[in-house]
């Protein structure tokens, strides 16, 4: 799923113009409510074309052909899975209890 601007805005200082692609939302601050405020559209497959016309009409700004670059570049990466293994470790704590009287 991926995320494109629809009204332009500014978060820790980086700004975000009318077609950019989010590709990392972690990056942006109080992301979910730029999404409920309508500055940014989620963009599936499903609406992707619709998107880009809204786009296209508006701001005269192309998104298609980013989406495709994206899309090739993918699952190249995915093809070649990597086994990562992850080690856990115990740590005991012993705590000292002290009365004073």
Do not use: C, H
Not at 37 to 62: F, H, M, P, W
Request: charge should be positive; glycine fraction near 4%.
């Amino acid at each position: 799923m991926m995320y494109v601007v629809k009204k332009p805005f500014k978060s820790m200082g980086k700004f975000y113009g009318v077609g950019s692609i989010i590709e990392d939302p972690t990056a942006i601050k109080r992301f979910k409510s730029k999404v409920n405020e309508g500055k940014v559209i989620v963009v599936s497959e499903d609406n992707l074309q619709t998107v880009a016309a809204y786009i296209k009409a508006r701001s005269n700004v192309d998104i298609l052909p980013r989406f495709t670059k994206s899309k090739d570049t993918k699952p190249e990466l995915s093809k070649e899975p990597e086994a990562k293994t992850v080690e856990s470790k115990k740590v005991k704590a012993k705590a000292k209890v002290i009365i004073k009287e």
